[in-house]
C-alpha cells in the first residue's frame, strides 16, 4: 500500500479521539483542543492522501480517484454535498459572513468546520473499501469514548481530593455526568453513536465469540457507556435512546420471523418500565435512583417551557429571512431582534438576563441560521439514506436464495434505528462537533453500506485514460489543495491555538488598569481570524465590571480604558452595547457630564433598533432617565416595558407617581 494512503488513514483514525482532547490551559478546555486536534488531523490527512495521488499515479491512486468520483456522485454524496453548500451560501449571505465562517472559541463550529466534516465523510467513503477498516475505526471510538468516561471519573476523584485546577469541572447542575464532553447533554448524545459502534462491532465480530477478549470488552465497554449515559442524566438522549431500540426491535420484527414473541415482550416490557418510571417520578423510590431525573419528561417542565419560548424567537426569525436564514452562528441577532417577552421576568430576573447563542434543537437552529434551504438539504440526507437503505434491502432480497443471515439483519437493524435516536434527541438539542464528527463518519459508513459489493472493483480503462490525460491538470488541483490545506493548519487551527492561549493568560494575568493596553494589544496582534470578537466582549465586559467598581480609581485612566473597549466594538451586536450604554450610564451618575448621558442613550437607543422589545435596553434606559430626572421619557419607556410585562409593579409605581406630579402641577 503507498504509504501516503497508509498515513491518510492513520490520520482519519485518530481524528476521533478529538472527543477526549480537553485543554486546560485555554479558555473553553472543552472545545478549542477538540476542534483544533479535529482540524489539523483532516488536514494532514488531505494533505497525505493528494500527496499519495500526486506521487504514486498507479492502480490504488487509479482506484481511490474511481471511488472519490464514485461517492461525490452517489445519492447520499450528492446530498450531504447539497449540505454543506447551502451552509456555506447562508453563512455568505448571513449577517456577520466572517463569523458564520470561521465562528468563535466558545462553539467552533461554522462553515471552516463544516468543510472540515466534508473531506471528512468525502475522505472516509474513498479510503475506507473494507469493512475490517470500518470495525478499526469503530473500536478507536470505542477507545476514544472510554478516555472521556475515565477523564470524568478520575477528575471527580480529583475533585473530592480538592486537587481541582489540572482537570477542570466536571459537573453540571444537579450533579450530571459529562465526562470529557463538558457538557452532559452532549456526552449523552456522544454516546449514543458509541453505543452504536459497539453493538455493531459486538455483531460483525464477537457475535459467536461472545467470551473472547475482544467479546468480553466489548460487553463492558457497552456497560460503561449505559452507565455514563444514565450519569448524564439528558431527557431528550434518553428518548431518542428509547425511540432507537423500539425501532431497531420493531425492524427485526418485520424482516425475521426469529425470536419475535420475544422481540414484542421486550418492546412491550420496555415501554411499561419507563412509562412506570415517569407515572411514579415523584415518589421516593424513583427518587432515589441517580438517574431519577429521565423519568421527569412532561411538556410542562421549565426546560422544556424555555425551550419552547427559544423556538419561539427561530421561527419568527426564519419568517424574516426564510430562505438562507441569519448564517450560521448567528442566532444571537435572532435572540436581540426577535426576542420573547415570556422569555423574561422582571419580578424574578432583577439582576441577571440569559443570553442564548443557539435555539437548542437541530430543526429551528437550521431554520434560523440556515433557512428552509439549509433544513430541507440537511433532512434530505436522511432521506437519500433512508431511500438508499430501502432500496439496497430489496435489492439483496431479490439477490439471495436463503434467507439473510441474522448477523445482517442486527446490523441492518442499527443502521435502520440509529438516524431515529438521532433525530428525537435533536428535537431539543443542537449539534456541536462531537456529535457532527460521528453523525459524518456515519454517513461515511452508510455509503461503504449501500455501495460495499462494488468498492473492490478494478478501475477500467476508460477511467485510466482519463487520469492519465489530465494529468497536469490533476498535478496542479493536487498542489492546491496541498497548498490550501496546509494554509488551513496555519491559519485555522495553529493562530487561533495561539490567540487563545494568550487569550486566556490575558484573562488570568493580574495585570492593572494602567497597562492594559499591553496586555490585550499582544492578543490583538495575532493575526488568527478566530478570538477578537470573544476577546473584545470579554474587554467591553471587564470595563464595565472596572467602572462599576466603587473602589477608588482615577478618572482619566478609566476614560482611557473606556475609549480603548470602545474602540473595539460591532455597532451591530447588543453583546457590546449594551455593556458600553451600562458603562456610560455608571459614569454619568459618578461625573455627571452630559457626554457621558449622551452615550449613555445612545447605546440604549441603538440596541432598541436591533431589539425593540429587548429586556437590558428597555430598562437600562429607564434607569438613565430617572437619574437624568427626564420624566417624559420616563414615561415612553414605562409605558413600553408594562406593554410586554404588565406585572412590573415598579414600572407601573414610578409612572404613577409621575402622574401625581403631573396633577398637582
Known amino acids: ?46 494533505i497525505s492522501f493528494l500527496a499519495g495521488l500526486l506521487i504514486n499515479q498507479k492502480q490504488e491512486a487509479e482506484r481511490y480517484v474511481e471511488n472519490f468520483k464514485k461517492v461525490f456522485y452517489s445519492p447520499i454524496g450528492i446530498a450531504v454535498s447539497v449540505f454543506v453548500l447551502m451552509f456555506i451560501l447562508a453563512g455568505i449571505f448571513s449577517m456577520n459572513p466572517s463569523n458564520s465562517f470561521w465562528s468563535d472559541f466558545e462553539r467552533g463550529e461554522g462553515g471552516f468546520q463544516i468543510l472540515h466534516l466534508y473531506f471528512f465523510f468525502l475522505l472516509l467513503s474513498t479510503l475506507f473499501l473494507e469493512e475490517k477498516q ?12 472510554v478516555l472521556v468516561v475515565l477523564y470524568g471519573v478520575f477528575a471527580g476523584f480529583l475533585y473530592f481530593q480538592n486537587n481541582f485546577d489540572f482537570f477542570g469541572p466536571i459537573f453540571g447542575s444537579g450533579g450530571r455526568f459529562w465526562g470529557a464532553i463538558g457538557n452532559s447533554a452532549y456526552l449523552a448524545t456522544y454516546l449514543i453513536f458509541i453505543i452504536f459502534c459497539a453493538l455493531y462491532v459486538f455483531s460483525a465480530k464477537y457475535r459467536h465469540k461472545i467470551l473472547s477478549v475482544g467479546g468480553i470488552l466489548i460487553f463492558v465497554s457497552i456497560i460503561i457507556f449505559l452507565a455514563a449515559f444514565l450519569a448524564a442524566a439528558t431527557r431528550g438522549a434518553v428518548l431518542g435512546l428509547i425511540a432507537a431500540v423500539i425501532t431497531f426491535l420493531l425492524y427485526l420484527i418485520f424482516t425475521t420471523k426469529r425470536f419475535r414473541k420475544i422481540l414484542v415482550i421486550l418492546i412491550i416490557s420496555l415501554i411499561l418500565i419507563f412509562s412506570l418510571g415517569i407515572k411514579f417520578k415523584d415518589s421516593e423510590m424513583i427518587k432515589k435512583l441517580p438517574f431519577y431525573r429521565i423519568f421527569d419528561i412532561s411538556v410542562v417542565t421549565q426546560s422544556f417551557h424555555d425551550r419552547t419560548i427559544v423556538w419561539k424567537m427561530a421561527w419568527d426569525g426564519f419568517k424574516e429571512r426564510p430562505l438562507l436564514g441569519w448564517g450560521p452562528e448567528n442566532f444571537p441577532y435572532v435572540f436581540v431582534k426577535h426576542f420573547n417577552v415570556a422569555n423574561y421576568n422582571p419580578l424574578e430576573k432583577i439582576t441577571e438576563f440569559s443570553w442564548f447563542d443557539k435555539a437548542h434543537s437541530i430543526i429551528f437552529d437550521y431554520l434560523a441560521g440556515t433557512g428552509i ?16 437503505f430501502f432500496k439496497t434491502r430489496i435489492k439483496n432480497q431479490f439477490q439471495e436464495v436463503r434467507p439473510p ?31 457532527y464528527i460521528n453523525l459524518f463518519l456515519f454517513f461515511a459508513f452508510a455509503y461503504y453500506f449501500f455501495n460495499f459489493r462494488n468498492a473492490n472493483r478494478v478501475v477500467d480503462k476508460k477511467n485510466n485514460e482519463i487520469i492519465r490525460g489530465n494529468g497536469l491538470e490533476f498535478k496542479i488541483i493536487g498542489f492546491l489543495g496541498i497548498i490550501i490545506a496546509i494554509a488551513s493548519i496555519i491559519y485555522g487551527s495553529f493562530l487561533p491555538y495561539l490567540k487563545a492561549k494568550n487569550y486566556n493568560d490575558t484573562m488570568k494575568k493580574s495585570y492593572t488598569i494602567e497597562n492594559f493596553k499591553i496586555q490585550f494589544d499582544k492578543v490583538y496582534s495575532i493575526p488568527s481570524p478566530i478570538g477578537n470578537s470573544e476577546l473584545s466582549r470579554f474587554l467591553v465586559n471587564s470595563a464595565e465590571g472596572t467602572v462599576s467598581e466603587r473602589t477608588y480609581q482615577s478618572e482619566s485612566i478609566t476614560r482611557e480604558l473606556i475609549n480603548y473597549a470602545e474602540s473595539k466594538i460591532d455597532y451591530n451586536d447588543a453583546r457590546f452595547l449594551i455593556p458600553m450604554a451600562n458603562i456610560y450610564n455608571t459614569m454619568w451618575n459618578r461625573y455627571h457630564k452630559e457626554d457621558d448621558y449622551q452615550k449613555s442613550n445612545f447605546y440604549y437607543l441603538k440596541s432598541l433598533e436591533i431589539g425593540p422589545k429587548f429586556p437590558p435596553a428597555l430598562y437600562g434606559l429607564i434607569s438613565l432617565y430617572v437619574s437624568s430626572g427626564d420624566m417624559i421619557g420616563v414615561e415612553n419607556v414605562g409605558k413600553n416595558i408594562l406593554q410586554y410585562w404588565p406585572q412590573d409593579k415598579r414600572v407601573s409605581d414610578l409612572l404613577n407617581e409621575i402622574n401625581k406630579i403631573h396633577q398637582i402641577k
Not at 470500518?134 to 469514548?145: E, P, R, T
Not at 438539504?377 to 438508499?388: D, L, P
Not at 443502521?415 to 462537533?433: K, M, N, R, S
Open 405 to 435: 443471515e441474522i448477523n445482517r439483519q442486527l446490523k441492518s437493524a442499527l443502521l435502520f434505528a440509529l438516524p431515529v435516536a438521532y433525530f428525537v434527541q435533536g428535537l431539543v438539542l443542537f449539534d456541536v462537533l462531537t456529535t
Open 134 to 145: 470500518w470495525l478499526k475505526i469503530f473500536n478507536y471510538s470505542i477507545v476514544a469514548a
Open 373 to 388: 434551504l439549509g433544513l430541507l438539504s440537511f433532512i434530505g440526507i436522511f432521506i437519500v439514506y433512508y431511500w438508499q
Open 1 to 46: 500500500m503507498n504509504t501516503y494512503f497508509k498515513l491518510s488513514k492513520i490520520f482519519l483514525y485518530a481524528s476521533v479521539f478529538s472527543a477526549a482532547i480537553v485543554l486546560p490551559s485555554l479558555p473553553f478546555p472543552f472545545v478549542i483542543g477538540k476542534f483544533i486536534w479535529f482540524r489539523v488531523l483532516i488536514d494532514l490527512a488531505l
